[in-house]
């Protein structure tokens, strides 16, 4: 069992950056690919980026790609994602998630409760 908390969400400018956080509970957070997904109003939810176990390799999402950077601290049972040039069209509810399979299955097991990101013009 996983339990993921997010954090860092926020009111931002466009064009700004935010870095937001996802702490894992559990002693076997190396174990898992750990993603990370937004849901915007009104859309379904979407891939953002992934990393898988260790250091990686990481995946992105072609609207973000370029401009954000997933990362994790296995000693922190943490993972990360960095946020630069930021567009209102990012404005989100943000969700880590957590799986032993791989980056790209149907469904993650594990998920946070969400941060909301909101990016104005």
């Known amino acids: 069992q996983v339990q993921l908390v997010e954090s860092g969400g926020g009111l931002v400018q466009a064009g700004g950056s935010l870095r937001l956080s996802c702490a894992a509970s559990g002693r076997t957070f190396s174990s898992y690919v750990m993603g990370w997904f937004r849901q915007a109003p009104g859309k379904e939810r979407e891939f953002v980026a992934a990393?898988?176990?260790?250091?990686?390799?990481?995946y992105y999402s072609d609207s973000v790609k370029g401009r954000f950077t997933v990362s994790r601290d296995n000693a922190k049972n943490t993972v990360y994602l960095q946020m630069n040039s930021l567009k209102p069209e990012d404005t989100a509810v943000y969700y880590c998630a957590a799986d032993l399979r791989g980056p790209f299955v149907d469904e993650y097991d594990y998920w946070g409760q969400g941060t909301q990101v909101t990016v104005s013009s």
């Open positions: 990393i898988n176990r260790g250091a990686g390799p990481r």
